[in-house]
């Protein structure tokens, strides 16, 4: 549908792009927000450097290991330490985070207004800052909830408690045995619900809210919709990104809008109904307020 060659729209004068994307804010009869893993590394929750070596800095020293996200791939020996990484990874980046300013601001933007919200993110970070829960679909897993490792059925645990009684009682990077989570109907270990493999559990909070954001999607067809995208990468451009470019193709009324630092781009067929603004998305946002 789009040429293989896209440009970079955020060459243009940056305080237009700004207006630009403010006008749409403010006259768009919905907006539809697509959040990546760039938006709560601009809230400051990045996963190297300072914060990875102030919680996880044994792991670096016995497995080499370099930040969050390649340590909680990493074939740990056994599930005693497998679950001393996950419940410190869980309470640094779930339950002791905070909320972060961006997620603060955004909401204040769109506040009053028809939005819903699609994110890759697992961080629970759009629901802690007040969006509502009913707008909101948390694609990819939730760092709060536990599955069967197998998985033997549709359903997802709340983990908190347990969680935090790993982080409490572990010892030389391994937790008590017998914290051990183990799913309550075949016995297997419990595993994140974290789409990373073909076992992910897709509950029916899950499917709730993908039908939510499909019925508002439908009901929004043809009107004049503002797709804004935040922070996504590479790594899952089909969740967020391809679909974003291809329904603001479909709709003459849409307006594509993309802040990223580094990547704020759209295919030339966009151009006219882009707005790609390369820059901090904490800084932008604060602007727009």
């Not at 994140?192 to 039908?211: P, T």
């Not at 809008?257 to 151009?271: D, H, M, T, V």
Request: overall charge negative; some cysteine.
């Amino acid at each position: 549908m789009f040429s293989k060659r896209s440009i970079s729209t955020y060459t243009e004068n940056y305080s237009a792009q700004i207006e630009k994307l403010q006008k749409e804010m403010e006259t768009a009869d919905a907006i539809v927000i697509g959040a990546g893993a760039g938006m709560s590394t601009s809230a400051g929750f990045a996963y190297d450097g300072e914060r990875f070596e102030q919680n996880f800095a044994d792991f670096k020293r016995k497995y080499g290991i370099q930040d969050m996200y390649s340590g909680g791939f990493y074939p740990y020996d056994t599930l005693e330490e497998y679950w001393a990484w996950w419940s410190r990874q869980i309470m640094v980046n779930r339950y002791e985070a905070g909320v972060g300013q961006p997620y603060h601001d955004l909401l204040k933007l769109v506040k009053g207004k028809d939005y819903f919200v699609l994110t890759t993110n697992v961080d629970h970070q759009f629901q802690l800052a007040g969006f509502d829960k009913k707008r909101l679909f948390y694609t990819q897993g939730d760092y709060g909830l536990w599955q069967c490792s197998k998985p033997c059925h549709q359903k997802t645990y709340d983990n908190e408690e347990i969680v935090r009684q790993m982080v409490a009682e572990q010892k030389d990077m391994k937790i008590p045995t017998e914290l051990i989570p183990r799913c309550p109907v075949c016995g297997a270990p419990m595993t994140m619900n974290l789409r990373c493999d073909m076992a992910f559990v897709q509950d029916e909070g899950w499917y709730a809210a993908s039908n939510r954001y499909a019925d508002f999607i439908r009901r929004h067809q043809g009107l004049h919709i503002l797709f804004f995208e935040l922070g996504v990468g590479g790594n899952t451009p089909v969740i967020i990104k391809y679909p974003f470019w291809q329904m603001t193709a479909e709709n003459p009324k849409a307006v594509y809008g993309c802040i990223n630092y580094g990547e704020a781009y759209a295919p030339k067929e966009l151009q006219k109904r882009a707005i790609c603004i390369n820059g901090d998305i904490g800084e932008v946002i604060c602007t727009l307020c």
